[in-house]
C-alpha cells in the first residue's frame, strides 16, 4: 500500500490564461519507501506536496491513499484523512515556544480528540526513539536546530502516518545535521512502514533514499542522475 498520484494536473491562474503547476504528474511511492523530489524552484514541488497532502484538489488526475481513491473527498472527509492517514514535516519545525518536546507531540493527540494521558508514554517512546530521551522536557529554545527538527518529526509520526510528506527538513541544518536527519526519515520510513515523499534541494543526501524524482516545469521523471 502507498500515496499514488495518477495523472495529476493543477493550474493557477495567470494573467490571462492559467499555468500549470503540476502538468500530468503520476507517482506511486510504496509504504516502507522515501522517495526524494527534486528540481529548481518554482518547478512544482510545493505544488505535489500540497496535492498529495489533500490541501489542494488537482483540476484533474487522482489521488490514492493505502488503495481508496480520495480526490473528490469533501473538506471534512479530508481533514479526517489528513489526521489519521498522513504525517507532515515541514522546512521549520514550526514547534509551540511554550510547550515542551513531550507536550508538542501530546497537541497532536489533544487536537484529534483523544485521551492525552493515555499517549503520554507513547510520545515519550517516541522521542526517545529518534535520540531525544534526555530532551523530553526541553523547551524549543533549549534545542538545537537539528534537535527541533527531530521533534517534528516525531510529531508527525503520533498519528502513526501510512504516508509522511516532508517539504524541505534541511533547510535550516548544517551538513552533518542534514545527512542525519535524512538518514533517520529513510530509517524511520523503512521501519514503520511509512511512504515517505520528502521534497529537498540537498543533492548530497540522495544516497540515503529510494528513489528520486526530478520536477521541471510541472513535469515530474524519475531522476537521470545516478546517485
Ligand atoms: N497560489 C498560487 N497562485 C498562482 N501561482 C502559484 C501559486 N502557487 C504557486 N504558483 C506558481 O506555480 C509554480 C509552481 O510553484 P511551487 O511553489 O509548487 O514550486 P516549487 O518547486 O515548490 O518552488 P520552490 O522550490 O521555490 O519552493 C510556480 O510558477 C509558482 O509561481
Redesign the pocket.
Known sequence: MSITLKNTV?T???GDTR?R??DDVSLTVERGQLAAIT????????????VAGLLITPDSGTVTIDGTDVTGLGRTARTTVRRQQLGFVFQQANLMASLTATEQLLMITHLGGGSVRGQRARARDLLSTLGLEKQLDRRPHQLSGGQRQRVAIARSLMNDPSVLLV??PTSALDEDRSREIVALLASLSHERNVATVM?T?DLSQLDLVDGVYE?HS?TLSTATVPV
Open positions: 493543477l493557477y491562474p495567470d499555468l503547476a503540476l528540481g529548481p524552484s518554482g518547478s512544482g514541488k510545493s505544488s505535489l506536496l500540497a517539504d524541505e521534497v534541494h520536477m510541472g
